[in-house]
């Protein structure tokens, strides 16, 4: 098929490539548009422009359908590993067992930070976030390994040290936060293992055991997470990385991005929203009805991309009804999120506007019957998209046609205005 789209201006045709993707998706190539006409496009937030072409992931919100490298989802979660899950995103294919091997291997062998990185959490007050704290420890690993500045997709090392490393930041991170010593990796755990074991060991608990069930509901959780096409923070991570970057500088940069509310930090406004309701009387169906008087903001329902349901949430409503059961947890704000996600499923104002459940929701009530702090969940999140983002990197500094983002704008502002002195200067009216 070699269809094109035209675009009349200034009484002149212009022909532009039609680009069809795997899945039937088109685009209008428009990367000769102002060069040829002189005009840009203008698309605040971007929603109708692609940045890029990937072989990373495909989203299909209308069918609810999230593909990594061609797998869907529901298999990856319930037969893959978070380490193999991220070994195909990052190298596109699935590992051989010698390949998953050797990779397991390099990341037991970048687990442990530089002993001098560890006084660095000694500079952070008490009370720093924890997002702030794993945005400028991952900085500052260029520091520490000076070889990395040159960005190079193919060193191993690199991405193995970074994926490894930001789990133990997380941990390390998490224990001083709570006045407790570090604890440090153990090599016999896996990679998901590994990180409950530097969450919750301290010295009154020094032979912890994480639950087989925890690590197995974190690996599903990690890999729910590991990417989500050109989000906020993918995006950024590419943004960054175009300049040369190295990739310590892009996955910090990525970190920041996803950080705010809208983004990383949606499952925590979902407990902070149950614990509202709950300081409130615990009334959900007076909840919902202010919702529906647009006086309440319902967090955790309804997805900017999926416009029938999350394919991802379908998968954690599952394993949080498990890990509830198996936990035996009695905890009011649970029983809360499940009167809110009844009323959703059965009341027509929800289901006409499709706010259904989506994983922020559920993540949210997994990451706190875990044991995970609220102030942790997007660190969490990070943690999952990690692979993600290193995959976008690697990708976009692969490309033949690599070129340094640089959005146009539409300036609005003042025209040509005189300099004055500033003792003849006047505020505006």
């Not at 070994?87 to 050797?102: K, Q, R, V, W």
């Not at 890990?323 to 009011?332: G, M, V």
């Not at 499940?338 to 009323?343: N, P």
Request: charged share 25%; hydrophobic share 40%; with cysteine.
């Amino acid at each position: 098929m070699n269809q094109k789209a035209k675009l009349e201006y200034d009484d002149k045709t212009y022909e532009m490539q039609i680009v069809e993707g795997s899945f039937a998706e088109r685009a209008i190539d428009i990367r000769s548009l102002r060069k040829d006409t002189g005009l840009i496009t203008l698309d605040s937030g971007y929603m109708n422009t692609g940045a890029t072409s990937s072989k990373i992931t495909y989203i299909n919100g209308e069918e609810g359908i999230l593909l990594y490298r061609g797998y869907p989802i529901k298999q990856l979660a319930e037969q893959s590993s978070f380490v193999e899950t991220s070994y195909l995103l990052i190298y596109g294919e699935l590992p051989t067992s010698a390949e998953l091997d050797e990779f397991s291997n390099l990341l037991t062998y970048h687990s442990m930070l530089h002993e001098d990185m560890r006084h660095l959490f000694d500079g952070f007050p008490s009370n720093a976030h924890p997002m702030a704290v794993l945005s400028s420890m991952v900085s500052a690993l260029s520091a520490y390994y000076p070889d990395s500045i040159e960005p190079d997709p193919s060193n191993k090392q690199d991405i193995a040290r970074l994926l490894s490393k930001l789990r133990t930041i997380a941990g390390f991170s998490y224990q001083k936060r709570q006045g407790r010593p570090v604890a440090y990796p153990k090599n016999d755990l896996d990679y998901c293992g590994n990180f409950l074991h530097m969450m919750f060991s301290h010295p009154a608990e020094p032979t912890y055991l994480p639950d087989p069930e925890l690590v197995n509901a974190l690996n599903v959780l990690l890999i729910l997470h590991a990417d989500h096409e050109q989000n906020c923070s993918s995006s950024t991570v590419r943004m960054v990385g175009s300049s040369q970057a190295n990739l310590y500088a892009a996955i910090s940069a990525g970190i920041s991005a996803l950080w705010g509310p809208l983004h990383g930090g949606a499952n925590q406004a979902v407990i902070d929203m149950l614990e509202e309701i709950r300081a409130e009387g615990g009334d959900s169906t007076a909840f919902m009805e202010q919702v529906k008087n647009r006086e309440r903001r319902l967090m955790g329902f309804g997805h900017r991309v999926y416009k029938n349901f999350d394919p991802r949430a379908m998968i954690l409503k599952k394993y949080a009804d498990h890990l509830l059961a198996h936990l035996k947890i009695e905890d009011e704000l649970f029983d809360i999120a499940r009167q809110l996600e009844e009323v959703a499923l059965s009341d027509e104002y929800f289901i006409e506007r499709k706010l259904y459940p989506n994983v922020d929701f559920y993540s949210g009530i997994l990451y706190r019957a875990m044991g995970i702090p609220t102030e942790m969940f997007t660190v969490l999140f990070a943690l999952g998209r990690i692979p993600g983002w290193i995959a976008h990197w690697k990708e976009m500094m692969e490309a033949p046609d690599v070129r340094i983002a640089r959005p146009r704008q539409i300036y609005m502002g003042a025209t040509q205005r005189d300099y004055m002195p500033r003792d003849s200067r006047r505020p505006p009216p």
